[in-house]
Structures are given as structure tokens and as C-alpha cells.
């Protein structure tokens, strides 16, 4: 049952023709407090219409309201408040949620292939923190999509060629070992990759020695791509473990690379259609009538840029996927980069660029300070996941000693308060990052949320009785949880249409703290009328959180 609907209705047959259904769903507000009731009507866009004060109206409008559907109907100031009838409420929710608990909050809101770019590590160098905002917004939104009728496509579009791979072979025949790089090949091509900006500082002919070692590169030397394959293949093998232990897992691992034949085919088409320009030697694509900076296409020595492998893959992603959106999970300082990459291709003739959409994010700092590869302040990831996971393994040997199955739920929990800590975070914050305050038990935390869960099916299997929707659920104290769990679809709608994961992670929060205050006021496994329907809330509660955590990427332990 559409409550909402059934107040629209209501005020819209005591109003009359002078506000559509429409408008007044749009009018209608859902109150801070249950107070003020679960739906609130202001009457202020009526006062010229009516010629009265908001306050006479919403009287007069208590007056007309056919109030049987509703617990009440009340005129406060210039609102008409509206309590629902609880228990129609309850019954209602309780049954949707059991009737198909696998589903519920799934909707068809569009349909239809969604490339998802993300993650996109630079090969050689290691999976950091400042990889894990987009691999896991990116898998969260892919969750989020499938579960609104989308069909997502995760692409990790690898970070495995341009300039910084003439740089690390210079650094590498410089001060590299072959032996060390077969014994530890991540350690050592970063420490390779940082003495070369450090000795660059000081040598700046070594730029150019990189940019001349990249162009052989991209005209295929055999001695220069065998070294280029052999990083390749084994930051692979880094990459993989560390996906493996956050559970992520991609559609397709077609880096910049796979764009090196495809590049020829969008300069001869910008040539072509006379949008390619020289520029002080260079070639570029004149954006002044978009008011952003040229798109630079290609260097003086020939070498191509991130912006034309962009062109061809997005060329490439439209003819093969047919695409009806196609997302970027990008930080936030490369918004101007996919601002040009849209504008070149509509300059082109390529309207389904519209279909585009960057989605920027925000920094994860270390006391305050930017992670840099470069500079060699780096966190590594797959470090921080495994003291997350010693931190949880502790905390659940002192709660929970005789778990059996301790390993795999410390694994659960401490890659999913990880994982959680992130998606809470409004996108386009930054955050500083404090491993200790992301694993407790209490706060607002993921962990907090599962230990919820795990609460909910300990009651569940205490119980003698069996959970039972059908059986009427008079008591109040279970209104706010009620609520919570009604909203699950609204609060889908509204992550996906603002790309905005954080969205799903409050709410879960917040439907956990309604039911830990419901358990701290109730005595639930009270063997009265009312326990199976108790038990259906409480059953309730664990689908709508398991199903939450599911779309953010995280676990959902059965115990804890």
C-alpha cells in the first residue's frame, strides 16, 4: 500500500481542482519528529488561492479530509498533519517483506547496459588508499543499478600505459635489478618510480629521456614492450589478491592499453571534420565555446594523451555496449578532463555523449595529508585490510570467544568496516583516514551495523515460535522501526539517482539504531499474541539490512 498516496488523495478530493495530485505530492513533507505525525501538508501555497491565512486553511481542510484511513488528522499552525492508522501500517510493510524478502526494494527504473569505469590502478605501483574510493563506489553503484533494473558493465580501464611507463624502464635500467623485481616486483618498481622524480629534480634531461623511452614504447620496441608486459603481468597478480579480499570482481580488465589501435581511427575523424587544430606544435580541439581550456589530442613528438584513449573508449564502449548511461568513477580533480572528453565528442557529432556522466569523489587524507605515489606517501591497501581484520578478529574474541567460525567473520567484518567507512561519506567529502575508530562496535560504523544483523537473527533463533506477518502489530514503540524499513525503496531511488552510495550506509545506520533503541525498551521473545509479529519485524529488520550491506559491498555475518 502506497501511504503517501493515500494522504495526496485525501487532500487533493478537500482541495479540489486547485492543485493537481502532482503538485501536492510534491508539497508533501515527511516531519522531523512522529509528533508531527508521518506526512505533513504546509498550506502556504494556497493562501492567495483561498485568500485566507495558512492557518484558517489547514482547519478548514481537517474539516473536509475523510479521516477513517487515517489514527488522525490535525491542523498545527499552517501544516495539516497526518498519523497513519500503525496497524494497517504494520501489516502492510510486515506482510511486502515476507512475501518476497530476496526482492524487496528491488524496482525497474530503467533498463538497459551501464558501462561503470572504476578502480583503474596504474600498473607498477601498489593498490593504495587512494584506490579505494572509486573501486568501491564503483561496485556499490553496479549494485545499486542492478538492483533498479540496469544491466551494469564494471570495467577496470587499468592504468597501463603513457608516460609514466617511459619512466619506470629509465629508472629501471638505471637502478633496477632484475633479481629484486622477480623477488618483489611491487616494492620494487614504486621505490624505482620514486628515484626517478627524485633524481629528476635535479636531472631534468631525464624527463626527456622518459618521453623518447614512451614513444618507443607506443611504436612497439621489442626490448622496451617485453619489460612493459613483464610489469603488467605481475601487478596483475597484486591487483587480483587485493580485489579478491574486498570481493569485488570486474566484467572486463581493458586498460588504456587495449585503446593503442583505435587511437588512429578519432584523429582521423576530428581531422576529417576539420576539429583538429595546431597549437605551438601540438595538436588540439578548440573548446572555447564551451568555455573550457582546448582538448589536447596529440603531443609535438606525435605521442598521444589520456584524452584521446578516452575518445576511442568511449567510442568503443557506445558501439559495443549501446550504452543508456556511461559512468566514470573518477576523483573530483578530474572533472574539467570529462567536461572536454563529452564536449570533443558532441563537436564530433556524437549526441549520445550526453549519456556521459562523471562521478567525482573526494580524498581519503592521511593526517591531513594528500596520498602520493610520487612522493612515496602511499597506505598501502592490502595492509590496512589486513589490520582491519586483526582488529576485528580481537574485538570478537572478547565479545564472542567460542565463535566457530571466527576467521571468516573477522574477514567479513574488517574488510567491510572498510569498505562501509567509505560509502558513509558523502562522494565529494574528503576524509581523513583512522583504521582504530573505522573497526568498532559502536559509533557509526559498518561493524556496528552487522553486530545489529547478527543481533536480529540471535533473537530470531532463541524464539520457540515462528515470525508471522499476518498477526496484527499494535505496539508503538515499533513505529520508528516500521518506517525505517517502508522507506528501503524510496531510499534506493535516491542513491541511484544522485550516484550517491552514502545515501544506502545512512539509512542503514539508521534503521539499525531504531531497532537497538526498540530492543533496549522491549522485551521481544515475551511469549504473548503479539510475539510472531514481533518476530516478523525482527526478521524484517535483518532482510533490509543484509540487503543494504549487499549493495555497498559488505558482509553480513550471521553471528558476530
Known amino acids: 500500500m502506497d501511504f503517501k498516496q493515500q494522504v495526496v488523495d485525501a487532500l487533493h478530493q478537500a482541495i479540489g481542482d486547485q492543485l493537481t495530485p502532482v503538485e501536492i505530492s510534491n508539497l508533501v513533507e515527511t516531519p522531523k519528529t512522529n509528533a508531527m505525525g508521518d506526512y505533513a501538508f504546509p498550506t502556504f501555497a494556497l493562501a492567495k488561492v483561498f485568500r485566507k491565512a495558512p492557518k484558517l486553511i489547514a482547519t478548514d481542510l481537517v474539516d473536509q479530509i475523510d479521516a477513517t484511513p487515517f489514527e488522525k488528522v490535525e491542523a498545527v499552525g499552517g501544516y495539516v498533519n497526518f498519523f497513519l492508522d500503525k496497524i494497517s501500517f504494520a501489516h502492510s510493510i510486515l506482510t511486502t517483506i515476507a512475501a518476497d524478502p530476496a526482492h524487496y526494494g528491488d524496482q525497474t527504473l530503467g533498463s538497459g547496459n551501464v558501462p561503470i569505469d572504476m578502480s583503474s590502478p596504474n600498473i607498477a605501483k601498489p593498490m593504495s588508499m587512494g584506490h ?16 533498479t533494473g540496469y544491466s551494469p558493465i564494471k570495467i577496470n580501464h587499468l592504468g597501463d600505459w603513457g608516460t609514466q611507463f617511459g619512466k619506470l624502464i629509465v629508472a629501471y635500467r638505471k637502478w633496477g635489478s632484475e633479481a629484486d623485481v622477480k623477488k618483489d616486483p611491487i616494492h620494487y618498481l614504486v621505490q624505482y618510480y620514486v628515484q626517478f622524480h627524485e633524481e629528476a629534480e635535479t636531472h631534468p634531461e631525464l624527463d626527456d629521456e622518459a618521453r623518447q623511452v614512451f614513444k618507443q614504447l607506443e611504436d612497439g620496441d621489442q626490448e622496451v614492450y617485453k619489460l612493459w608486459s613483464w610489469f603488467r603481468e605481475e601487478s596483475l597478480k597484486e591487483f587480483n589478491r587485493i580485489y579478491a579480499e574486498l570481493g569485488i570482481e570486474f566484467d572486463s580488465y581493458r586498460g588504456e592499453a587495449f585503446y ?6 578519432v584523429t582521423d575523424e576530428l581531422e576529417a571534420k576539420g576539429l583538429l587544430k595546431e597549437s605551438q606544435g601540438a595538436e588540439i580541439v578548440d573548446l572555447t565555446k564551451y568555455d573550457l581550456n582546448p582538448a589536447l589530442i596529440r603531443k609535438s613528438d606525435g605521442a598521444t594523451l589520456y584524452m584521446t584513449r578516452d575518445l576511442a573508449a568511449a567510442i568503443y564502449r557506445h558501439d559495443n555496449y549501446n550504452f543508456v548511461q556511461s559512468l566514470y568513477v573518477v576523483g573530483n580533480e578530474q572533472r574539467e578532463h570529462f567536461q572536454q572528453l563529452k564536449a570533443v565528442l558532441k563537436e564530433m557529432g556524437d549526441d549520445w555523449a550526453d549519456n556521459i556522466h562523471h562521478i567525482p569523489f573526494g580524498l581519503i587524507t592521511s593526517g591531513g595529508k594528500k596520498l602520493s605515489t610520487r612522493k612515496g606517501n602511499i597506505i598501502l591497501l592490502e595492509q590496512v585490510l589486513k589490520d582491519a581484520v586483526g582488529l576485528a578478529k580481537a574485538q570478537i574474541a572478547e565479545k564472542h570467544p567460542d565463535l566457530a567460525n571466527a576467521d571468516q567473520v573477522a574477514h567479513e567484518v574488517g574488510v567491510g568496516a572498510v569498505i562501509f567507512h567509505d560509502l558513509k561519506n558523502e562522494r565529494l567529502d574528503n576524509f581523513d583516514f583512522n583504521l582504530e575508530e573505522v573497526v568498532r562496535f559502536e559509533g557509526e560504523t559498518g561493524p556496528y551495523v552487522q553486530y545489529t544483523n547478527a543481533r536480529a537473527n540471535s533473537i530470531l533463533k532463541k524464539s520457540s515460535q515462528d515470525p508471522a506477518a ?6 508503538s514503540a515499533a513505529w520508528p522501526v516500521l518506517k525505517a524499513l517502508a522507506d528501503y525503496p524510496a531510499v534506493i531511488a535516491r542513491a541511484l539517482k544522485a550516484y550517491e552510495p552514502s545515501v544506502i550506509a545512512k539509512y542503514a545506520l539508521k534503521l539499525a539504531k531504531a531497532f537497538n533503541q526498540y530492543y533496549a525498551n522491549v522485551k521481544v521473545l515475551v511469549d504473548d499474541a503479539e510475539l510472531p509479529a514481533r518476530l516478523a519485524m525482527v526478521q524484517a529488520v535483518s532482510t533490509v539490512l543484509t540487503d543494504a550491506l549487499h549493495l555497498l559491498g559488505v558482509g553480513a555475518p550471521a553471528e558476530m
Open 132 to 147: 579505494l574510493r572509486s573501486t568501491v563506489i564503483g561496485n556499490a553503484l553496479a549494485n545499486i543499478l542492478k538492483k
Open 470 to 475: 499476518e498477526v496484527a502489530l499494535t505496539d
Open 260 to 265: 593503442n589501435d583505435k587511437m588512429d581511427a
